[in-house]
């Protein structure tokens, strides 16, 4: 999302390779365009995974590598470097971290939250199938920035050491089962470490969600 005036153009490239029980999947998408402000954008973004699964084994689990690189913003450019998520204002490769990008996307566009920006991500996910129509997915994700903050007032200016790049270790659980053809359900535990990108006095965090679905 970009203010009215502005324009924004982006072009990705996504690429999936496939052999016997192991894949490679990519995409990489550039940015550019500018603000009604004058201010010109310049942003890169994208992921790359490798995986495999595990036919011959019980509960037939398959295992993901990657990373995933979203732009930040540099203070010293006139340019923005910013990725702009786009369509994607929803969880992506976890959720709670999702709210706390508020405070460092709020002057741009506003108390949105899923404006993902600014990432650097190594991500492993474990998915299995215990029993049918039962699937778990297990990952650990560790965080960085590409830039630092410099958010030295308002309400948020605590939140952040302004110094660091970590952002810090993410363990993921999710539990999704399907009870018959309209009636589905996941629950879901994040719990995040914070790194030095936040204040020395910041606490772990936990976040749980249990969401039981009726389709008509």
């Given at each position: 999302?970009i203010?009215?005036?502005?324009?924004?153009?982006?072009?990705?490239?996504?690429?999936?390779?496939?052999?016997?029980?192991?894949?490679?999947?990519?995409?990489?998408?550039?940015?550019?365009?500018?603000?009604?402000?004058?201010i010109?954008?310049?942003?890169?973004?994208?992921?790359?995974?490798?995986?495999?699964?595990?036919?011959?084994?019980?509960?037939?689990?398959?295992l993901?590598?990657?990373?995933?690189?979203?732009?930040?913003?540099?203070?010293?450019?006139?340019?923005?470097?910013?990725?702009?998520?786009?369509?994607?204002?929803?969880?992506?490769?976890?959720?709670?971290?999702?709210?706390?990008?508020?405070?460092?996307?709020?002057?741009?566009?506003?108390?949105?939250?899923?404006?993902?920006?600014?990432?650097?991500?190594?991500?492993?996910?474990?998915?299995?199938?215990?029993?049918?129509?039962?699937?778990?997915?297990?990952?650990?994700?560790?965080?960085?920035?590409?830039?630092?903050?410099?958010?030295?007032?308002?309400?948020?200016?605590?939140?952040?050491?302004?110094?660091?790049?970590?952002?810090?270790?993410?363990?993921?659980f999710?539990?999704k089962?399907?009870?018959?053809?309209?009636?589905?359900?996941?629950?879901?535990?994040?719990?995040?470490?914070?790194?030095?990108?936040?204040?020395?006095?910041?606490?772990?965090?936990?976040?749980?969600?249990?969401?039981l679905?009726y389709?008509?």
């Amino acid at each position: 999302m970009i203010p009215v005036g502005s324009h924004l153009n982006t072009f990705g490239l996504r690429a999936v390779f496939t052999l016997g029980d192991n894949f490679i999947k990519g995409e990489i998408a550039k940015q550019f365009g500018g603000y009604k402000n004058g201010i010109d954008i310049s942003a890169l973004g994208g992921y790359l995974y490798i995986g495999r699964t595990f036919k011959s084994c019980p509960w037939t689990p398959t295992l993901e590598i990657g990373g995933a690189y979203l732009s930040g913003d540099k203070p010293d450019t006139k340019k923005d470097e910013g990725f702009d998520s786009l369509f994607s204002w929803a969880p992506q490769w976890n959720e709670l971290m999702l709210y706390t990008y508020l405070p460092e996307t709020l002057r741009k566009v506003g108390p949105f939250p899923g404006f993902w920006t600014n990432q650097v991500a190594f991500i492993t996910k474990l998915k299995f199938e215990p029993i049918k129509d039962l699937n778990i997915t297990l990952s650990y994700q560790h965080l960085w920035v590409d830039e630092k903050t410099n958010i030295t007032t308002g309400p948020f200016r605590t939140m952040f050491s302004n110094k660091g790049r970590d952002r810090g270790d993410l363990w993921m659980f999710v539990a999704k089962y399907k009870f018959n053809e309209k009636i589905d359900g996941f629950f879901q535990l994040e719990h995040l470490i914070p790194g030095d990108f936040y204040s020395d006095k910041a606490r772990n965090a936990t976040f749980m969600r249990i969401q039981l679905q009726y389709k008509i």
